[in-house]
């Protein structure tokens, strides 16, 4: 029987992923004759279970040996030997990885990872010199004050119906169940919540996944930390959104690349711009359901120019996708991860704008060809995420709450939206102009000629209001923001929006008021 002849001997090493493995050792069965020519092969569960690997990962390498020319397959009757197949193997060239993680195949190696992964003397500078320009008012967790963007509404996260949840979790525990979820953890991630999410981004995003394809990070920061670590080398450029997050940014520095600041327009990131400006950039890392902060989406012409430029050239894409389950209005354009099918694209989401932040748990689906890699490295930072914290969300998702609360928190996060709106146009209309946000947990709004972002921030800041400038999430000197600020909603009643926008037009007036001369003169 084939199956039993094949000769395909697998290690698990991260610098080369067993799809690859796979596809090599087909490909040289198939040239040196082992496998003949129109010969059917064992079905992809078969050599799965035959081989003890995930029948995803056979997948990926029946794709690589068909997009080679090795393979074929006839609709209905199962995937065939070329009839003529390539006379050599052809070895495709492995993903780039940094070599200090790349050696990493066990925990045995942590101490040299540690070295690449953390350098306390280096971070000060690294991460200071990317959060220089924050307000110092944004550095600090507190509780949440008008306007602070992209939190949550904490006031009508169901809290019984979690404490429930978490109480059944704790009753059931016995002997087996105490020792499977309160001891050591995957580092991919507790195994339900992925396939819950894979179901997830397939019914709100069009993204075709597995499980195995999803790794859970304590929240999207250390999947964009753990991707630059591991993808890029010293002096590597990465293409960044001007304004934009400024954790890409601290990461990019911290990795010894260099961020490429590249400004957005009304269509988002301006990829013509920065494929010009950095022609050998790596990696690129964009926002496109909802730039952060400005608040458009990447038009589908550039959302397939990045994918081409990735295909073309072997670059990465980080996919941020921070919040599109709260869009209010339209269609949500295909993501860039379904544009490419998980080729060259990292998709990232997380549970802290969704749920609540003090879970910290957020996700990255990562191409099939970094997945062991990735999880290698996973188990240096940070080992894995906590156990029971990830059995909750899974429960929450697989039972329907996960999607019944997104629903009524978009019909909330409208109402205080439209609330905002109207009371910034009512009462501070002479100070400001906002728009509406499509999706999202914050509107953008310009200030008058002659008001100061930065002076509103720090005046607003003394009086217990928080106003983000978007100067601060700006690097290009060029990229001109000077004069606009978000104005956050979403955790906020209409009351404490009242008071707030009360404040501020207070601060406002003090700002523009000219002080009439002392009496007597």
Known sequence: MLLDALGLNLERRPDSPLYRQIYEGLAAEIVG?????????????????????????IMLAFEQLAAEGYLEGLSGSGTYVSREPPAEVIVPAAPRINPAIRAAGSLDRSAELGVAIEEPEDLPAAFGGALAHAPQTLRHMRRPVPFRSNFPALDAFPVPLWAKLAADLYRQLDADTANHLMGEGDPQGYAPLRAAIARH????????????????????????????????MPEDEVICEDPGYDGIYASTIATGATPVPVAVDADGLDVDRALAGAPHARMVYVSPSKQFPLGMSLSLARRQALVDWAQRTGGWIIEDDYDSEFRYAGRPLPSLYALDRGRHVLYLGTFSKTLFPALRLGFAIVPGPLVEAFVSARTVVGRYSPILEQVLVARFMLEGHFASHVRKMRKLYAQRQAHLLARVGSRLGAFMTAQPTDTGMEIVARLAPGLSARTLARAAARVGLEIMPLSALARHPDTDVDDYITLGFSPFSQNQINEGVERLRKVLMELTSVSAPPSGL
């Not at 799965?48 to 029948?55: E, F, I, N, P």
């Open 33 to 57: 004759g082992t496998i003949k020519p129109g010969q059917r092969l064992p079905s992809t569960r078969d050599l799965a279970q035959s081989l003890g690997v995930s029948r995803n990962t």
């Open 201 to 232: 981004v397939a019914s709100g995003r069009g993204i075709d996944c597995s499980a195995d394809n999803i790794i859970i990070f304590a929240g999207a920061q250390q999947a964009i930390d753990l991707a630059c670590r591991l993808l890029l």
